[in-house]
């Protein structure tokens, strides 16, 4: 299930501009308000739109996918709603940096990267075995038990991540976190590949000894 093209255009056209617009009138005097809603509006909407879609999507397709992208869609909209209350005067404006790219945008970007490098690993074994042979599913390749995993390593980074913006004095604990996590992502994106490799290698040593 997609978004109607309308109101993403409408939802582009709106968000690209409007952090220069809202810029400018600061700069021409306009209250931090008006800066903290050009960033807070754009990210509740985008949030807002994700959890819509997944919960009225028709088909129930790549559960872990899903995780990924509900857990950073609620980060996204605390984000949003950090900013919009640092507009008011409310000491939330690191804590919006934290809960968008700390954890939001990370936790989306993760969840696809691994759902891509499966599938255009899964194209490239397709090219290079030959016809009759048959290929490990994408979910083979990287499998739910490993994304869960992954999740829960970005989502156990939420926690120490998110005081930072309060106690600096964690900002190690902080960025052990967040390496952990993508460590664990890295493994689910190493391990896709050697078995990519380790098929194709097999493959190869019974083409040969057929030949």
């Keep these: ?44 909407a985008f949030a807002g739109a994700l959890l819509w879609l997944h919960r009225h999507a028709p088909h129930r397709r790549n559960p872990s996918l899903v995780r990924f992208w509900r857990a950073g869609s609620l980060a996204l909209a605390a984000a949003g709603v950090a900013a919009a209350a640092a507009g008011t005067g409310a ?42 042979v048959r290929i490990p599913a994408v979910g083979r390749l990287v499998g739910d038990a490993e994304k869960h995993a992954a999740l829960c390593a970005h989502w156990r980074q939420r926690y120490s991540c998110s005081p930072r913006w309060a106690q600096p004095a964690l900002a190690r604990v902080a960025g052990i976190a967040m390496a952990l996590a993508y460590a664990t992502s890295a493994g689910c994106l190493l391990r896709c590949l050697l078995r990519a490799r380790d098929f194709q290698h097999e493959h190869g040593h019974a083409q040969a000894a057929t030949a």
């Design 1 to 44: 299930m997609s978004p109607p093209p309308r109101a993403f255009a409408a939802w582009l056209a709106c968000t690209v501009p409007l952090p220069f617009v809202a810029a400018v009138a600061r700069l021409l005097g306009a209250p931090v308000l008006v800066p903290a809603l050009a960033l807070a509006l754009p990210a509740l």
């Design 91 to 132: 000491p939330t404006a690191m804590l919006a940096g934290v809960l968008a790219l700390g954890i939001g945008v990370p936790l989306l970007v993760n969840g696809m990267l691994l759902e891509i490098v499966a599938f255009i690993t899964w194209i490239a074994l397709r090219g290079q075995c030959p016809r009759g």
